[in-house]
């Protein structure tokens, strides 16, 4: 298993640089980088071939997945040994829903912390 993902961080270095740009993410069909920044910024770049330009969202869904989901991890090695992206991306899809909430989180505290400089 370790071994694909050292596959993947290889590419991802010889990768930088080029990208196929999307309007959409071929992930999750989701605004790049995100409905908020919509087309302001680049996306990310998906771990699966280093061109395809996805949303940040599934950027961190890539890192993340194989943490939350053992099943999405196994789906995105598979689709990764087949060299099949609806494959990955539907195991990327499986971690989606926690990486919502950690961003939501994130955002919260972010306010948090932003009213508390206000006060001071
Ligand atoms: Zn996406």
């Not at 370790?2 to 740009?21: D, E, F, P, S, Y």
């Not at 069909?29 to 699966?48: H, Q, T, W």
């Not at 949303?55 to 040994?81: K, W």
């Not at 919502?100 to 206000?118: D, M, P, Y």
Request: glycine share 8%; with cysteine.
């Amino acid at each position: 298993m370790a071994n694909h993902w050292t596959l993947v961080r290889v590419k991802h270095i010889q990768g930088v640089g080029r990208m196929n740009r999307n309007e959409f993410c071929p992930i999750c069909d989701g605004a790049v980088p995100s409905e908020e920044y919509k087309g302001r910024y680049p996306g990310a770049l998906s771990r699966f071939d280093n061109n395809e330009e996805i949303c940040s969202l599934c950027g961190m869904a890539e890192a993340m997945t194989p943490l939350f989901s053992p099943e999405g991890r196994e789906i995105m090695v598979v689709g990764l040994q087949n060299d099949d992206f609806e494959l990955w991306a539907a195991g990327v899809q499986k971690g989606l829903p926690q990486c919502r909430e950690i961003l939501e989180q994130q955002k919260v505290a972010q306010e948090q912390l932003k009213k508390l400089n206000e006060e001071e």
